[in-house]
């Protein structure tokens, strides 16, 4: 048993607690209490004591929207439209990945989210380079996270590459393999992810929702994207997306929805009394212009709304808490209200709400006792967040993922002042040049 003492604890709870020299007292992987710090040492003195000097507690970020395989993709694909985008730079450097160059890109993104605060992240979209071996990765690192296994259905007249294309047996079968390989559930787990609305067909959303029943899979998907994607399900006899969800039992079962910036106010309340929940990732959204999703309505109505930085080729950072900061500033500017997703509702979206929308609110996203030992440290003792009379507003406006000093998952550090535990940050680098190149020359770009 360990006791975290002399820290200002942001326990990120629905009242809002923060605890001046604070204490949390962490056994085997969770939190057992928290208090102030002279509490605590009189309630366990047996207990081994670790120094925070000072610094801001916070629960461990969720990032609930990444794609793995476009971190080597980041500065090759900035400023451009959709369809060349993705066709011209996307589609033929992924066709170009092996495992090796893959879990290259892998290792890079989650060195830089684990030294940023990220404790749980969800990757939306495993092709078949990788899923066991990526599994294998991530397990070693003692992140924490969801995998989502690509599951399609090839169609005909596809504009997606030969390497890309899966069949709905194979992907479901990778995903189902791999699955039985999760020894802890709460750690790392297999999803499924159905892509997006754009290439979904009723036999596709049938399996994995039987996949999600007999299995206990929980699923990610793109939707509503663009109006096409709209128009898409209209021409299916679908009346709005929120329809189209309720009609094929998605919405009942354990979906996160990506962007979502196409639904109307009807298709919200109807998400806001199912199960489905979103990821939210402004950044990607603004700089694609993909329209602007009806975040504060989502939160008004209490549907789970996370935060992912989606991937570097179209971010190009994959720092949550300037993804948080941005969230706040976009929806300020989209409704003209300076009031709407103040600091402390745009950080618990990466925390309290991101939980929730990885169906892991019960584990994760607040310092509580019982929950897992996720949690970060930040230094306050510099000119940026002082006075730190507001500390929410300090952590989303004045700091950013470079202040995460200590990051802690399962109550194990894998960054500690700074220094990553898990990976030789000068080897991820020097093999993340290396795999760049053999994906430039393979890509033929
Ligand atoms: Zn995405």
Redesign the pocket.
């Known amino acids: 048993m360990k006791r975290y003492e002399h820290g200002t604890i942001l326990a990120m709870d629905q009242k809002g607690t923060i605890i001046h020299d604070g204490t949390l007292v962490v056994d085997g992987g969770q939190i057992v209490a928290l208090g102030t710090t002279a509490d605590m040492a009189q309630a366990y003195p047996q207990a081994q004591r670790v120094q925070l000097g000072g610094k801001l507690v916070l629960p461990g970020l969720i990032n609930n929207?990444f794609?793995l395989a476009q971190t080597m993709f980041r500065g090759l694909a900035d400023d451009m439209v959709l369809e060349p985008w993705l066709f011209g730079r996307i589609w033929p450097l992924q066709s170009a990945h092996d495992t090796e160059t893959f879990l290259a890109g892998a290792r890079l993104a989650m060195l830089e989210m684990s030294k940023t605060g990220t404790t749980t992240f969800v990757e939306?979209m495993v092709i078949h380079y990788g899923l066991e071996a990526l599994f294998e990765e991530v397990s070693r690192t003692g992140l924490r996270a969801r995998l989502a296994k690509v599951v399609m259905e090839p169609m005909a007249g596809s504009a997606l590459p030969p390497a890309l294309t899966e069949t709905l047996e194979g992907s479901l079968a990778e995903a189902r393999s791999c699955r039985r390989k999760v020894t802890d559930a709460d750690r790392v787990d297999i999803w499924l992810g159905p892509r997006w609305t754009g290439m979904y067909n009723p036999g596709l959303i049938e399996a994995v929702n039987d996949a999600m029943d007999t299995d206990g899979f929980a699923s990610t998907m793109?939707f509503a994207e663009s109006p096409e994607d709209v128009e898409r399900i209209l021409q299916d006899g679908y009346l709005t997306p929120g329809d189209f969800l309720q009609r094929t039992g998605m919405l009942e079962r354990n979906y996160l929805l990506?962007h979502c910036p196409w639904l109307g106010e009807g298709d919200l309340d109807r998400l806001a009394r199912g199960r489905a929940t979103v990821a939210h990732c402004p950044v990607s959204a603004m700089k694609g212009s993909m329209g602007y999703a009806d975040i504060p309505g989502m939160l008004e109505r209490n549907i789970a709304v996370g935060i992912g930085t989606?991937?570097p080729a179209c971010n190009n950072t994959s720092d949550l808490l300037a993804e948080i900061k941005t969230a706040a500033l976009l929806h300020k500017h989209q409704t003209g209200r300076p009031d709407v997703l103040p600091a402390a509702q745009a950080l618990a979206m990466g925390t309290r709400i991101g939980a929730a929308s990885i169906f892991a609110g019960d584990t994760l996203g607040t310092l509580a006792p019982g929950k897992k030992a996720d949690f970060i440290t930040l230094a306050l003792d510099w000119a940026a967040p002082m006075p730190e009379g507001n500390l929410p507003a300090a952590v989303v406006y004045a700091l950013c993922g470079r202040d995460v000093c200590d990051v802690y998952v399962d109550g194990n550090a894998v960054v500690r002042q700074g220094e990553s535990l898990i990976y030789d940050e000068e080897r991820i680098q020097r093999e993340a040049r290396q795999a760049l190149e053999t994906l430039l020359k393979r890509a033929d770009l």
């Open positions: 929207h794609h939306s793109h990506i989606d991937a």
